[in-house]
Every structure is written in C-alpha cells, then in structure tokens.
C-alpha cells in the first residue's frame, strides 16, 4: 500500500475495485444503496462513476439506464426547505432576543423589541412569537427558561447555600 493514490484506480486494493465496480453495476440496475454506501464510506468518486452519476442526476435520457431524482418528503405545498428556513430564522431571532434581555439591565425589554423588529424585518409579534418559542424549547430540553442552570455550572452565578 505504500503507492496508494486514492484517486488512481490502478492502486486501489482489490475490495475497493470490487466495490466500485458493484456501484457502477447496481447504478445501471437503477439500485443507489451501494452508492450511498460508497460515499459514506468516503471513497474516491473515479471519473467515470462521477460522469454516470452526474449524467444520472442531469436525466439525460439514453445516456444512463436510470434517472436519479430528489422526492419532496412533505406534503406541503410551499417545501420543506421554506418551513425549514422559517423555522430557522425564529430560532435565530429567539436566541438573539433572549441573548440581548439576559445582557441588558431590566427595564430594556421594549428597546431590544424594537430593536430585533428593525434588525430582522418583522412584526413585533413574530418577535415575541420566536422568543415564546425559543424559550419553551430552551425549557423542554434543559428544564430551566431562563439559563439559571447555565449560570451555575459556568460559575457565573454562585449556587445558593441549601
């Protein structure tokens, strides 16, 4: 193995000849398990199983035996990746408005409202919506609202005498 080139086939043992041949194989099957595999595996694509795949994902027709097609897993009309996107900007308006009350002085909870309505483009309602959410989420996986358990262990707050 002291002349492996992960990108020669010509130095690759013989499992990994075996297994990429077994990919080219099942893709011309119209079967993708041993392909997911191979990546996984972090194997080297040689060009030519990257030209079949590629021209696989392109459907060029009579080029390849098979079509390679994502398939939407929501019924949703407007996509997973637009709710996921929504769903990912609240968290990040969630923990910046939380971030920005827990550094604050009381009383500052109005300005930092208006602050995130202005920084992020939105109603203050989808503010306080994201910072509902943010914290019911903060509470269902660590138990505690507003990080006293956070405070505790990074020392920043002395544990009171029981």
């Known amino acids: 193995m002291d002349n492996y080139d992960p990108t020669d086939p010509r130095t ?13 194989t099942d893709l011309y099957d119209g079967k993708t ?16 199983m990257a030209i079949e795949v590629a021209d696989m994902l392109d459907s060029r027709e009579g080029l390849t035996p098979c079509q390679l097609k994502a398939v ?6 407007r996509g ?8 990912v900007r609240r968290a990040e308006i969630g923990a910046w408005v939380d971030a920005e009350i827990r550094n ?40 505690t609202v507003h ?10 707050i002395e544990k009171p005498p029981n």
Do not use: M
């Open 104 to 143: 604050s002085p009381r009383g500052a909870f109005a300005g930092i409202l208006e602050e995130a309505c202005e920084r992020f483009g939105v109603k203050k309602t989808t503010v306080t919506d994201a910072l509902r959410e943010h914290r019911a989420n903060l509470k269902a996986s660590h138990g």
């Open 72 to 77: 939407r897993r929501t019924k949703d009309p």
């Open 33 to 48: 398990q041993s392909l997911a595999e191979y990546i996984r595996a972090g194997l080297y694509l040689d060009r030519t």
């Open 12 to 24: 690759w043992p013989d499992w990994q000849l075996d297994f990429s041949y077994r990919v080219i």
């Open 80 to 87: 997973f990746r637009e709710r996921e996107a929504e769903h």
């Open 147 to 156: 990080g006293s358990l956070f405070d505790r262990l990074s020392g920043l």
